[in-house]
């Protein structure tokens, strides 16, 4: 999420520049720019600690002892899927409420900063 943020205000850099803004603005800014960049960090966080719980299950064989006492590969996973179901579902909603706001608003709190502060002589 870190580096995402920092991407984005690196786009936004010229803008940003040299406008003489106190903390507050740029940290309305990045809170701004969170709801933007949740659809792109989420799937990718969840996909890599997926694979490294189960990788790590696999490692320690843990996967074979659940086999050998009668516990599906469909049951063992039915809390990840459940998990990540509900994530869907959340994203979805966060989709369609949050992000168009946090887009909004960072768009106007950008063209606020571009027009209103005078750049450094």
Known sequence: MFILILQAIWLYIKDLA??????????????????VIVPLALPLSIILASIMVFGNMAENYEFAAMKSNGISLQRAMRSLIIVVGTLGVTSFFFANTV????????????????NSKQQWP
Do not use: C, E, S
């Open 18 to 35: 040299g406008k003489d803004l106190d903390m507050i603005t740029i940290a309305k800014f990045m809170m701004y720019t969170i709801p």
């Open 99 to 114: 992000i168009p706001w946090g887009h909004f608003k960072q768009g106007n709190l950008r063209r606020n900063i571009v």
